[in-house]
């Protein structure tokens, strides 16, 4: 079973920086995909961006260009690197795993994620 645990969350003014972190515990697949979920106050939950277990990555329009998502080479830790912040951009982070190489081409699919971290809130002010 895995266990994650987002990080890095905080304030920041709008067009700043911020760089989220989801360490993975447990046993981890060797094909799965690995992605961000948001959701703001009186929001819906969004995906943000998702991360196969052989490279390939998809992003939500809103934050395509502006984020990054990797992991690093023991692929337990995903990281989310958000450049260009916007207000808009203020939401409780999760992180989000499954099983099998296969990342829903709809980013914003969540229900085929059978482990989610706790979150963590990013606020970034005008």
């Known amino acids: 079973q895995v266990q994650l645990a987002e990080s890095g969350g905080g304030s920041v003014q709008a067009g700043g920086s911020l760089t989220l972190f989801c360490e993975a515990s447990g046993y981890t697949a060797t094909s799965n995909c690995m992605a961000w979920f948001r959701q703001g106050e009186g929001k819906e939950r969004e995906g943000v961006a998702s991360?196969?277990?052989?490279?390939?990555?998809r992003y939500a329009d809103t934050v395509k260009g502006r984020f990054i998502i990797s992991r690093d080479s023991s692929k337990k830790i995903l990281s989310l690197q958000m450049n260009g912040l916007k207000p808009e951009d203020s939401a409780v982070y999760y992180c989000?795993?499954?099983?099998?190489?296969?990342?829903?081409?709809?980013?914003?699919?969540?229900?085929?994620?059978?482990?989610w971290g706790p979150g963590t809130q990013v606020t970034v002010s005008p």
């Open positions: 989000a795993y499954k099983v099998g190489g296969y990342c829903p081409r709809d980013t914003h699919q969540s229900s085929s994620f059978g482990a």
């Open positions: 991360l196969r277990s052989d490279g390939e990555t």
